[in-house]
Protein backbone atom coordinates (compact mmCIF):
# COMPACT_ATOMS: atom_id res chain seq x y z
CA UNK A 1 0.00 0.00 0.00
CA UNK A 2 1.43 3.62 -0.93
CA UNK A 3 1.94 6.57 1.45
CA UNK A 4 1.46 9.78 -0.23
CA UNK A 5 1.36 13.11 1.53
CA UNK A 6 -0.03 16.26 0.45
CA UNK A 7 1.51 18.76 1.63
CA UNK A 8 -0.18 22.35 2.15
CA UNK A 9 0.84 25.96 2.84
CA UNK A 10 -1.14 27.54 5.78
CA UNK A 11 -2.22 30.81 4.59
CA UNK A 12 0.37 31.11 2.35
CA UNK A 13 0.86 34.59 0.55
CA UNK A 14 -0.09 35.75 4.40
CA UNK A 15 2.12 33.98 5.62
CA UNK A 16 4.87 34.80 3.89
CA UNK A 17 4.28 39.02 4.35
CA UNK A 18 4.08 38.20 8.13
CA UNK A 19 7.45 36.35 8.10
CA UNK A 20 8.97 39.60 5.84
CA UNK A 21 7.57 42.10 7.98
CA UNK A 22 7.12 41.31 11.50
CA UNK A 23 4.91 44.13 11.87
CA UNK A 24 2.11 42.20 10.78
CA UNK A 25 2.52 39.16 12.91
CA UNK A 26 0.17 38.43 14.94
CA UNK A 27 -2.07 40.49 13.49
CA UNK A 28 -4.98 39.67 10.58
CA UNK A 29 -4.15 40.43 7.44
CA UNK A 30 -5.74 40.67 4.27
CA UNK A 31 -3.15 39.99 1.02
CA UNK A 32 -4.82 42.34 -2.05
CA UNK A 33 -4.38 42.81 -5.31
CA UNK A 34 -0.97 44.80 -5.59
CA UNK A 35 -2.10 47.69 -7.59
CA UNK A 36 -5.98 47.48 -5.18
CA UNK A 37 -7.74 47.41 -2.05
CA UNK A 38 -10.62 46.50 -3.03
CA UNK A 39 -10.54 42.85 -2.90
CA UNK A 40 -9.25 40.49 -0.33
CA UNK A 41 -7.15 37.46 -2.09
CA UNK A 42 -5.54 35.54 0.64
CA UNK A 43 -5.91 35.94 4.64
CA UNK A 44 -3.84 35.38 7.36
CA UNK A 45 -4.55 32.82 10.04
CA UNK A 46 -5.55 35.35 12.37
CA UNK A 47 -8.22 37.14 9.95
CA UNK A 48 -9.39 33.38 9.32
CA UNK A 49 -10.26 32.67 12.92
CA UNK A 50 -12.15 36.40 12.30
CA UNK A 51 -14.64 35.34 9.66
CA UNK A 52 -12.68 37.04 6.73
CA UNK A 53 -12.14 34.51 3.71
CA UNK A 54 -10.13 34.82 0.55
CA UNK A 55 -12.19 36.52 -2.39
CA UNK A 56 -14.36 38.93 -0.17
CA UNK A 57 -13.94 42.66 -1.08
CA UNK A 58 -11.89 44.81 1.36
CA UNK A 59 -15.69 46.09 3.15
CA UNK A 60 -16.83 43.03 3.73
CA UNK A 61 -13.61 41.87 5.39
CA UNK A 62 -13.34 45.18 7.47
CA UNK A 63 -17.03 44.59 8.44
CA UNK A 64 -16.67 41.11 9.99
CA UNK A 65 -13.04 41.86 10.91
CA UNK A 66 -12.70 45.88 11.97
CA UNK A 67 -8.98 45.77 12.56
CA UNK A 68 -7.82 43.88 9.49
CA UNK A 69 -4.73 45.38 7.94
CA UNK A 70 -4.33 44.86 4.19
CA UNK A 71 -1.00 44.33 2.38
CA UNK A 72 -0.44 44.40 -1.54
CA UNK A 73 0.09 40.59 -3.17
CA UNK A 74 3.90 40.09 -4.20
CA UNK A 75 3.36 37.32 -6.57
CA UNK A 76 7.06 37.04 -7.47
CA UNK A 77 8.19 36.31 -4.17
CA UNK A 78 5.45 33.89 -4.18
CA UNK A 79 6.92 32.14 -6.35
CA UNK A 80 10.10 32.09 -5.63
CA UNK A 81 8.98 30.46 -2.13
CA UNK A 82 7.56 27.60 -4.15
CA UNK A 83 10.60 27.24 -6.15
CA UNK A 84 12.52 26.62 -2.60
CA UNK A 85 9.43 24.51 -1.24
CA UNK A 86 9.74 22.19 -4.02
CA UNK A 87 13.51 21.42 -3.52
CA UNK A 88 13.08 21.23 0.35
CA UNK A 89 10.69 18.53 -0.84
CA UNK A 90 12.59 16.43 -3.42
CA UNK A 91 15.25 15.95 -0.50
CA UNK A 92 12.85 13.47 0.74
CA UNK A 93 11.36 11.36 -2.09
CA UNK A 94 12.10 11.48 -6.03
CA UNK A 95 8.04 11.20 -6.35
CA UNK A 96 6.63 15.25 -6.14
CA UNK A 97 3.79 16.38 -7.99
CA UNK A 98 3.28 20.00 -7.67
CA UNK A 99 -0.49 20.92 -7.22
CA UNK A 100 -0.38 24.62 -7.48
CA UNK A 101 1.92 27.23 -6.10
CA UNK A 102 1.77 26.10 -2.46
CA UNK A 103 1.03 22.45 -2.24
CA UNK A 104 2.20 19.66 -3.52
CA UNK A 105 1.90 15.53 -3.65
CA UNK A 106 4.96 13.45 -2.11
CA UNK A 107 4.92 9.97 -2.43
CA UNK A 108 7.33 8.46 0.23
CA UNK A 109 6.52 4.80 0.00
CA UNK A 110 10.24 4.00 -1.12
CA UNK A 111 12.10 6.59 1.02
CA UNK A 112 9.72 6.77 4.49
CA UNK A 113 12.43 4.21 5.73
CA UNK A 114 14.90 6.08 5.21
CA UNK A 115 14.24 8.89 7.69
CA UNK A 116 13.02 6.85 10.14
CA UNK A 117 9.45 6.38 9.15
CA UNK A 118 6.28 7.86 7.81
CA UNK A 119 6.23 10.39 10.93
CA UNK A 120 9.53 11.08 11.77
CA UNK A 121 10.06 12.31 7.89
CA UNK A 122 7.08 14.67 8.30
CA UNK A 123 8.76 15.82 11.46
CA UNK A 124 11.77 16.87 9.59
CA UNK A 125 10.52 18.13 6.64
CA UNK A 126 8.24 20.66 8.83
CA UNK A 127 11.41 21.29 10.35
CA UNK A 128 13.21 21.86 7.69
CA UNK A 129 10.58 24.01 6.46
CA UNK A 130 10.92 26.32 9.49
CA UNK A 131 14.91 26.39 9.33
CA UNK A 132 14.88 27.59 5.12
CA UNK A 133 11.96 29.85 4.88
CA UNK A 134 11.08 31.75 8.97
CA UNK A 135 8.60 30.26 11.62
CA UNK A 136 5.62 32.23 10.58
CA UNK A 137 5.44 29.91 7.36
CA UNK A 138 3.97 26.50 8.28
CA UNK A 139 2.46 23.45 6.64
CA UNK A 140 -0.36 21.28 7.35
CA UNK A 141 0.10 17.78 5.92
CA UNK A 142 -2.31 15.11 4.78
CA UNK A 143 -1.40 11.56 4.96
CA UNK A 144 -3.37 8.66 3.42
CA UNK A 145 -2.96 5.33 0.28
CA UNK A 146 -4.19 7.58 -2.16
CA UNK A 147 -3.79 11.27 -3.63
CA UNK A 148 -7.66 11.93 -3.01
CA UNK A 149 -7.61 11.04 0.38
CA UNK A 150 -4.28 12.69 1.52
CA UNK A 151 -5.28 15.94 -0.17
CA UNK A 152 -8.66 15.63 1.52
CA UNK A 153 -6.65 15.20 5.18
CA UNK A 154 -4.37 18.06 4.84
CA UNK A 155 -6.95 20.52 5.25
CA UNK A 156 -8.47 18.48 8.27
CA UNK A 157 -5.86 19.99 11.09
CA UNK A 158 -4.99 23.43 9.94
CA UNK A 159 -2.94 25.25 10.37
CA UNK A 160 0.74 23.06 11.33
CA UNK A 161 -1.42 19.98 11.06
CA UNK A 162 -1.01 16.28 10.58
CA UNK A 163 -4.19 13.82 9.81
CA UNK A 164 -3.93 10.57 8.77
CA UNK A 165 -6.62 8.41 6.77
CA UNK A 166 -6.53 4.76 6.71
CA UNK A 167 -8.45 2.02 5.57
CA UNK A 168 -8.99 1.42 9.40
CA UNK A 169 -10.64 5.47 9.65
CA UNK A 170 -11.64 6.38 6.72
CA UNK A 171 -15.45 5.54 7.23
CA UNK A 172 -15.58 7.34 10.03
CA UNK A 173 -14.03 10.38 8.09
CA UNK A 174 -16.04 10.22 5.74
CA UNK A 175 -19.19 10.41 8.37
CA UNK A 176 -17.90 13.74 9.53
CA UNK A 177 -16.93 15.28 6.30
CA UNK A 178 -18.48 17.40 3.99
CA UNK A 179 -19.15 16.18 0.53
CA UNK A 180 -17.01 19.49 -0.55
CA UNK A 181 -14.20 18.31 1.23
CA UNK A 182 -12.99 16.52 -1.88
CA UNK A 183 -11.33 18.15 -4.48
CA UNK A 184 -13.53 17.89 -7.22
CA UNK A 185 -16.69 18.28 -5.42
CA UNK A 186 -17.36 22.10 -5.76
CA UNK A 187 -20.94 23.80 -4.42
CA UNK A 188 -22.76 23.19 -7.83
CA UNK A 189 -22.44 19.64 -7.61
CA UNK A 190 -22.65 19.27 -3.81
CA UNK A 191 -26.41 20.86 -4.24
CA UNK A 192 -27.56 18.31 -7.04
CA UNK A 193 -26.25 15.66 -4.72
CA UNK A 194 -28.86 17.01 -2.13
CA UNK A 195 -31.42 16.84 -4.76
CA UNK A 196 -30.70 13.22 -4.52
CA UNK A 197 -30.53 12.91 -0.88
CA UNK A 198 -26.78 12.40 -0.57
CA UNK A 199 -26.23 14.73 1.99
CA UNK A 200 -22.29 12.97 3.13
CA UNK A 201 -19.83 10.84 1.93
CA UNK A 202 -21.18 7.50 2.85
CA UNK A 203 -24.43 8.17 1.66
CA UNK A 204 -23.11 8.29 -2.00
CA UNK A 205 -22.06 4.13 -1.45
CA UNK A 206 -26.08 4.04 -1.56
CA UNK A 207 -27.07 5.57 -5.09
CA UNK A 208 -26.45 2.97 -8.08
CA UNK A 209 -23.46 3.86 -10.54
CA UNK A 210 -26.34 4.38 -13.28
CA UNK A 211 -28.70 7.26 -11.47
CA UNK A 212 -25.20 9.25 -11.26
CA UNK A 213 -24.72 8.54 -15.08
CA UNK A 214 -27.99 9.61 -15.63
CA UNK A 215 -27.40 12.97 -13.29
CA UNK A 216 -23.80 13.82 -14.26
CA UNK A 217 -22.73 11.77 -17.52
CA UNK A 218 -20.30 9.33 -17.22
CA UNK A 219 -17.34 11.13 -16.42
CA UNK A 220 -18.89 13.12 -13.49
CA UNK A 221 -20.24 9.56 -12.36
CA UNK A 222 -17.22 7.48 -12.44
CA UNK A 223 -15.54 10.09 -10.69
CA UNK A 224 -18.08 10.20 -7.75
CA UNK A 225 -18.71 6.50 -7.53
CA UNK A 226 -14.68 6.25 -6.93
CA UNK A 227 -14.96 8.84 -4.38
CA UNK A 228 -17.92 7.04 -2.82
CA UNK A 229 -15.70 4.20 -2.09
CA UNK A 230 -12.16 6.21 -1.38
CA UNK A 231 -10.45 5.08 -4.62
CA UNK A 232 -8.11 6.73 -6.74
CA UNK A 233 -5.46 5.23 -9.15
CA UNK A 234 -3.96 8.47 -10.30
CA UNK A 235 -0.15 8.18 -9.86
CA UNK A 236 2.30 11.14 -8.05
CA UNK A 237 2.88 12.46 -12.19
CA UNK A 238 6.87 14.61 -11.87
CA UNK A 239 5.79 17.77 -12.27
CA UNK A 240 8.66 17.99 -15.03
CA UNK A 241 6.69 15.54 -16.76
CA UNK A 242 5.38 15.54 -20.61
CA UNK A 243 2.80 18.50 -20.32
CA UNK A 244 -0.11 18.84 -22.66
CA UNK A 245 -0.63 22.21 -22.99
CA UNK A 246 -4.07 23.19 -23.94
CA UNK A 247 -4.59 26.98 -23.77
CA UNK A 248 -2.27 29.66 -22.82
CA UNK A 249 -4.58 32.80 -21.07
CA UNK A 250 -4.04 35.63 -18.87
CA UNK A 251 -6.11 37.40 -16.27
CA UNK A 252 -6.13 40.67 -15.17
CA UNK A 253 -8.25 43.17 -13.02
CA UNK A 254 -7.95 46.41 -13.20
CA UNK A 255 -7.13 49.04 -10.04
CA UNK A 256 -10.55 50.83 -11.27
CA UNK A 257 -13.82 50.62 -12.27
CA UNK A 258 -12.57 52.10 -15.68
CA UNK A 259 -14.48 53.98 -18.10
CA UNK A 260 -11.72 55.27 -20.82
CA UNK A 261 -12.29 52.85 -23.48
CA UNK A 262 -8.59 53.04 -24.73
CA UNK A 263 -7.83 51.92 -21.70
CA UNK A 264 -9.45 49.00 -21.69
CA UNK A 265 -8.41 48.28 -25.50
CA UNK A 266 -4.67 48.94 -24.67
CA UNK A 267 -4.98 46.54 -21.61
CA UNK A 268 -6.22 43.77 -23.79
CA UNK A 269 -4.08 44.26 -26.10
CA UNK A 270 -1.21 44.20 -23.49
CA UNK A 271 -2.53 40.92 -22.19
CA UNK A 272 -2.90 39.47 -25.52
CA UNK A 273 1.17 40.49 -25.96
CA UNK A 274 1.82 38.42 -23.03
CA UNK A 275 -0.19 35.72 -23.96
CA UNK A 276 1.93 36.12 -27.48
CA UNK A 277 5.32 35.83 -25.42
CA UNK A 278 4.12 32.36 -23.81
CA UNK A 279 3.12 31.09 -26.92
CA UNK A 280 6.27 31.64 -28.35
CA UNK A 281 8.19 30.15 -25.38
CA UNK A 282 6.35 27.11 -25.90
CA UNK A 283 6.98 27.05 -29.96
CA UNK A 284 3.10 27.34 -29.89
CA UNK A 285 0.61 28.94 -32.16
CA UNK A 286 -2.93 29.20 -32.00
CA UNK A 287 -6.18 29.58 -33.97
CA UNK A 288 -8.78 30.19 -31.02
CA UNK A 289 -8.39 33.42 -29.45
CA UNK A 290 -11.11 34.55 -26.87
CA UNK A 291 -12.19 37.78 -24.68
CA UNK A 292 -14.04 38.12 -21.57
CA UNK A 293 -14.48 41.64 -20.23
CA UNK A 294 -16.40 41.71 -16.66
CA UNK A 295 -18.00 45.68 -15.51
CA UNK A 296 -21.40 46.47 -15.21
CA UNK A 297 -22.41 43.64 -17.52
CA UNK A 298 -19.96 40.85 -18.95
CA UNK A 299 -19.71 40.43 -22.59
CA UNK A 300 -16.53 38.16 -24.72
CA UNK A 301 -16.23 35.46 -26.81
CA UNK A 302 -13.59 33.36 -28.86
CA UNK A 303 -13.03 33.51 -33.13
CA UNK A 304 -11.69 30.02 -34.56
CA UNK A 305 -9.44 31.05 -37.77
CA UNK A 306 -8.09 28.56 -40.02
CA UNK A 307 -4.63 30.15 -39.66
CA UNK A 308 -2.07 30.04 -36.33
CA UNK A 309 -0.81 33.06 -35.12
CA UNK A 310 1.58 33.83 -31.84
CA UNK A 311 1.56 37.55 -31.75
CA UNK A 312 -0.18 39.71 -30.00
CA UNK A 313 -1.16 42.18 -32.35
CA UNK A 314 -2.34 39.07 -34.69
CA UNK A 315 -4.43 38.12 -32.06
CA UNK A 316 -5.72 41.51 -31.09
CA UNK A 317 -6.68 42.01 -34.54
CA UNK A 318 -8.43 38.29 -34.72
CA UNK A 319 -10.97 39.75 -31.92
CA UNK A 320 -11.34 43.36 -33.03
CA UNK A 321 -12.13 41.98 -36.57
CA UNK A 322 -14.79 39.60 -35.21
CA UNK A 323 -16.75 42.27 -33.29
CA UNK A 324 -15.36 40.52 -30.29
CA UNK A 325 -14.27 43.89 -28.86
CA UNK A 326 -17.63 46.31 -30.07
CA UNK A 327 -18.65 45.38 -25.97
CA UNK A 328 -16.00 47.88 -24.82
CA UNK A 329 -18.19 50.76 -25.91
CA UNK A 330 -21.58 48.92 -24.70
CA UNK A 331 -20.35 48.82 -20.96
CA UNK A 332 -20.57 51.88 -18.26
CA UNK A 333 -17.40 50.92 -16.90
CA UNK A 334 -14.72 47.33 -16.93
CA UNK A 335 -12.78 46.03 -14.24
CA UNK A 336 -11.99 42.46 -15.18
CA UNK A 337 -10.15 41.01 -18.66
CA UNK A 338 -9.66 37.57 -19.78
CA UNK A 339 -7.57 36.64 -22.78
CA UNK A 340 -6.90 32.93 -23.84
CA UNK A 341 -5.43 31.32 -27.01
CA UNK A 342 -6.54 27.76 -27.48
CA UNK A 343 -6.39 25.02 -30.58
CA UNK A 344 -2.86 25.20 -30.45
CA UNK A 345 -0.68 22.99 -32.10
CA UNK A 346 3.63 22.86 -32.42
CA UNK A 347 4.82 25.82 -34.77
CA UNK A 348 7.20 23.52 -36.29
CA UNK A 349 4.40 21.44 -37.40
CA UNK A 350 2.69 24.04 -39.22
CA UNK A 351 3.17 25.55 -42.52
CA UNK A 352 4.53 28.97 -42.96
CA UNK A 353 1.85 31.48 -43.48
CA UNK A 354 2.18 33.00 -46.40
CA UNK A 355 1.15 36.60 -45.49
CA UNK A 356 4.45 36.63 -42.72
CA UNK A 357 7.57 37.85 -43.33
CA UNK A 358 11.42 36.75 -42.72
CA UNK A 359 11.69 39.87 -41.82
CA UNK A 360 8.43 40.68 -39.35
CA UNK A 361 9.35 37.15 -38.26
CA UNK A 362 13.51 38.53 -37.38
CA UNK A 363 12.48 41.15 -35.56
CA UNK A 364 9.69 39.51 -33.07
CA UNK A 365 13.10 37.45 -32.22
CA UNK A 366 14.93 40.35 -31.65
CA UNK A 367 12.19 42.46 -29.23
CA UNK A 368 11.88 39.10 -27.52
CA UNK A 369 14.94 38.77 -26.45
CA UNK A 370 15.40 42.61 -25.29
CA UNK A 371 12.44 41.96 -23.18
CA UNK A 372 13.94 38.68 -21.79
CA UNK A 373 16.69 40.28 -20.56
CA UNK A 374 15.72 44.05 -19.48
CA UNK A 375 11.80 42.66 -18.38
CA UNK A 376 8.54 42.42 -20.01
CA UNK A 377 7.07 44.86 -21.69
CA UNK A 378 10.61 47.01 -22.46
CA UNK A 379 9.60 47.49 -25.91
CA UNK A 380 6.07 47.80 -26.82
CA UNK A 381 3.35 48.60 -29.83
CA UNK A 382 3.05 52.08 -30.54
CA UNK A 383 -0.72 51.54 -29.52
CA UNK A 384 0.80 51.10 -25.46
CA UNK A 385 2.32 54.44 -26.07
CA UNK A 386 1.61 56.17 -22.36
CA UNK A 387 0.03 53.30 -20.93
CA UNK A 388 0.63 51.51 -17.63
CA UNK A 389 2.83 48.58 -17.98
CA UNK A 390 1.35 44.95 -16.85
CA UNK A 391 3.26 43.26 -14.27
CA UNK A 392 3.17 39.88 -15.44
CA UNK A 393 2.79 37.25 -12.37
CA UNK A 394 2.67 33.64 -11.80
CA UNK A 395 -0.56 32.23 -11.76
CA UNK A 396 -1.83 30.75 -8.15
CA UNK A 397 -2.59 27.04 -9.54
CA UNK A 398 0.51 27.82 -11.91
CA UNK A 399 -1.79 27.19 -15.36
CA UNK A 400 0.62 28.67 -17.04
CA UNK A 401 2.35 25.59 -19.16
CA UNK A 402 5.40 28.37 -19.20
CA UNK A 403 5.64 28.36 -15.33
CA UNK A 404 4.87 24.84 -15.14
CA UNK A 405 7.46 23.74 -17.71
CA UNK A 406 10.21 26.11 -15.71
CA UNK A 407 9.49 24.53 -12.14
CA UNK A 408 9.83 21.34 -13.73
CA UNK A 409 13.55 22.00 -13.84
CA UNK A 410 13.69 22.04 -10.40
CA UNK A 411 13.81 18.03 -9.79
Known amino acids: MKTILHIDFDSFFASVEQQDHPELRGKPVGVTAAHSRTAIIAASKEAKKMGVKGGSSYWQAKKVCPQIVTTPAHFVKYFE ?11 YSPYLEVFSIDELFLDISATAHLFGGTDSLIARLKEHIKREMGEIITVSVGVSYNK ?5 ASGMDKPNGVTKITPDNVDDVYKKASLTDVCGIGFRIEKRLHMLGIRNLLDLRSIPIGALVAEFGPHEATFLHNVAFA ?36 TVFELLEEVGIKLRKLGKKSRSIGVWLRGDESFGGHKTTDFYVNSGKDMFDILQKAGLLRSVTQASYIRQVSVWAGFLQDENFLTRSLFATEKEEKLQKVVDNINTVFGDHTIRNGFLLYSDKLTTVPNGFLADRWERKELGKLY
Do not use: W
Not at 81 to 91: A, G
Not at 148 to 152: G, P, T
Open 148 to 152: MLAKM
Open 231 to 266: KDETPVVHFGSAIQTKSVGRNYCLPKNETNKRVILQ
Open 81 to 91: ISKKFIQICRL
